[in-house]
């Protein structure tokens, strides 16, 4: 199975911050890595796939870069809404597998 | 809308057994590959199981042997049979779409789940 790791488990920031999430897979899974937005009580929602490709209507302040075992999720200027958990995904092969997850707080 | 709606959660004994509904608007289930994903109380997400449009199946090995995937194409309706249910059962079970986008390699997808329920509950407790 393809172990999927995130750093940082939780981070705090501000209103207005950069930040940026790691997801590193244990092995080469190529493009084939998403994101997801999960706030307590909800269902996770897809803000990028393929790595780099952002959903339709996810907020262009959000952005995916990476490739094979290493990749970033960058939220550009952090917003209110924004504060969440967020889950890296490999579809390169079954079982399909998430990351920890990383909690952005304030 | 697409919509999926999830339903047959509850409070069971271990060994038990419950059958999970999920029901679909605005997309067919029959056409569309389907997964079930759980996540236990304060945990994060753990892929369980999917079926493909040609009902091939795949499963997580934690349920292996135990959950089984299904649809009633005539009620639109994804199922997930769980029987043997043990306390680390436990979790909020979602059912979702896989979503697909060419990546311009012939034959070649990438593949996303852009679609979720909002989750039934499964506690597994004596």
Redesign the interface.
Known sequence: DIQMTQSPPSLSASVGDRVTITCRASQDVS??L?W?Q?KPG?????LI??AS?L?SGVPSRFSGSGSGTDFTLTIATLQPEDFATY?C?Q?YN????????TKVEI | EVQLVESGGGLIQPGGSLRLSCAASGLTVSSSYMSWVRQAPGKGLEWVSVIYRAGITYYADSVKGRFTISRDNSKNTLHLQMNSLRVDDTAVYYCARRGSMATGTPGQYYYFMDVWGKGTTVTVSS
């Open positions: 493009g084939y998403n997801y999960q909800k269902a996770p929602n897809l796939y393929a490709t959903q889950y995904q579809s079954i079982p399909l597998t998430f990351g920890g997850g």
